[in-house]
Nanobody, 126 residues
Framework: QVQLVESGGGLVQAGDSLTLSCAASGRTFSRLAMGWFRQTPGKERAFVAAVSWSGGNTAYADSVKGRFTISRDDAKNTVYLQMNSLKPEDTAVYYC???????????????????WGQGTQVTVSS
């Protein structure tokens, strides 16, 4: 079992930066790949970024590539999503997720993840 708690969301203006954090507990965090997804009302949850268990591999949605950076701090059991040059279309509830299997590479599909946080709202005004 893994518990995930996101934080860091808020209301910002277009062009601003924001860093989301996701604190994990319950299993050995350092063995787990991690991912970030986002969802807007009426739409399905969409992949944003993922990092492998080792931190050596990352993956990004095309819409955020070059603007967002995923990273992990195993000493703090935390994964981060640094978001720069935010756009109004980045407005969403952001979720972090962890898969059931340990020692996995990056996953980009939501069905590959077992555990989810409660989400944190990010609103970007124009």
């Amino acid at each position: 079992q893994v518990q995930l708690v996101e934080s860091g969301g808020g209301l910002v203006q277009a062009g601003d930066s924001l860093t989301l954090s996701c604190a994990a507990s319950g299993r050995t965090f350092s063995r787990l790949a991690m991912g970030w997804f986002r969802q807007t009302p009426g739409k399905e949850r969409a992949f944003v970024a993922a990092v492998s268990w080792s931190g050596g591999n990352t993956a990004y949605a095309d819409s955020v590539k070059g603007r967002f950076t995923i990273s992990r701090d195993d000493a703090k059991n935390t994964v981060y999503l640094q978001m720069n040059s935010l756009k109004p279309e980045d407005t969403a509830v952001y979720y972090c997720a962890a898969p059931r299997s340990a020692f996995s590479d990056v996953y980009t599909e939501d069905y590959e993840y077992e555990y989810w946080g409660q989400g944190t709202q990010v609103t970007v005004s124009s």
